[in-house]
């Protein structure tokens, strides 16, 4: 059976995160509200076949809870997921991993989180069936400066918390919390 991953936020930073688990060997369904975004991301892997696009907006609730139940369905159940989401649909990721558990099927997710999670982690009730991995977004310092990261550095980052499965993974940097940009 495809192993079916699904990335949320995915034509973005994280559209060569998505093209990487493609390449892997992934089925690999990508979520942005913008079709043409996605669709740039389906045609930038080198196996483009292997990229589903779902196009929805994660902040309407009942849509993202009819669309993760029909994928299951027409997909299967998702064994890895990445979620990018962002704190103004607070309920999104909540209704995601609502329904990705209903099939019982053990799945990993990666949560993507801005760095303020590294003083605030997000309260995210994870049910039993899913193994939960946060990945941090820092920022780098360079001499007397410090910058937020690149998309690169991003996608990077994550693809190696895929494959190193820790708890928490930090990408660049989060302390000297004091050094953060402020920009
Ligand atoms: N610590 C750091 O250094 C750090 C942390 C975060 C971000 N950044 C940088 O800041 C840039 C902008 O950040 P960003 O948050 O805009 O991230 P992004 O990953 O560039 O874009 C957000 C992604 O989420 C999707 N999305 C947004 N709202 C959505 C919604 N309501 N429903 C479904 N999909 C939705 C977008 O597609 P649609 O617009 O088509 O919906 C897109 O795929 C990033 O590219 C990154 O370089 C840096």
């Not at 990705?100 to 801005?114: A, D, E, N, T």
Request: proline share 5%; hydrophobic share 45%.
């Amino acid at each position: 059976m495809a192993r079916e991953a699904l990335v949320i936020g995915a034509s973005g930073m994280l559209a060569e995160v998505a093209r990487w688990l493609a390449k892997e060997g992934w089925q690999v369904t990508v979520v942005g509200r913008d079709r043409q975004k996605l669709e740039q991301v389906r045609n930038g892997a080198l196996n483009p076949g292997s990229v589903h696009l779902l196009a929805l907006d994660y902040g309407q609730t009942e849509t993202l809870r009819a669309a993760m139940a029909e994928l299951v369905a027409s997909r299967g159940p998702m064994e890895l997921v990445v979620a990018w989401i962002h704190q103004t649909a607070p309920d999104a990721l909540a209704t995601v991993l609502a329904e990705l558990s209903r099939p019982k099927q053990p799945f990993r997710l990666y949560h993507v989180c801005g760095s303020r999670a590294w003083k605030n982690p997000p309260a995210v009730h994870v049910p039993t069936t899913c193994a939960y991995q946060r990945v941090i977004l820092g920022f780098v310092c360079e001499g007397e400066d410090a910058r937020w990261l690149t998309n690169a550095e991003i996608a990077n980052g994550v693809i190696r918390a895929i494959g190193e499965k820790a708890a928490q993974t930090i990408v660049g940097q989060v302390e000297p919390w004091e050094r953060r940009p402020t920009y």
